[in-house]
Nanobody, 125 residues
Framework: VQLQASGGGLVQAGGSLRLSCAASGGTFSMSYIGWFRQAPGKEREAVAHIGWNGILTRYADSVKGRFTISRNNAKSTAYLLMNSLKPEDTALYYC???????????????????WGQGTLVTVSS
């Protein structure tokens, strides 16, 4: 599965962005999707996760209530809607896919098979 993340950009604090992750070449509808981010000088961290049917979702505490993950299997695309953005949300955002029956630890990079190239989100204060 090839992943293409897009939608990043420069936004003021309090603003919103919607990231997209378009998949091709695989069985997107039966895969788990994760969004991760990496800020300069920091380790990559998990942001959100969604199950294959869109019902199961998980969020990092730092984004809970502000970010919403969703997916459209007919379009082989996952989304991350980010509201009330803060300067500390500035990072390179990646989407990843886990093609397995069960993800034990959604926050672990090791659970995911393929990664997109990342899209940069910059939040100014």
């Amino acid at each position: 599965v090839q992943l293409q993340a897009s939608g990043g950009g420069l936004v003021q604090a309090g603003g919103s962005l919607r990231l997209s992750c378009a998949a091709s070449g695989g069985t997107f509808s039966m895969s788990y999707i994760g969004w991760f981010r990496q800020a300069p000088g920091k380790e990559r961290e998990a942001v959100a996760h969604i199950g294959w049917n869109g019902i199961l979702t998980r969020y990092a505490d730092s984004v809970k209530g502000r970010f919403t993950i969703s997916r459209n299997n007919a379009k082989s695309t996952a989304y991350l809607l980010m509201n009330s953005l803060k300067p500390e949300d500035t990072a390179l955002y990646y989407c990843a896919v886990a093609r397995k029956a069960l993800v034990w630890n959604w926050g672990s990079s090791d659970e995911y098979d393929n990664w997109g190239q990342g899209t940069l989100v910059t939040v100014s204060s």
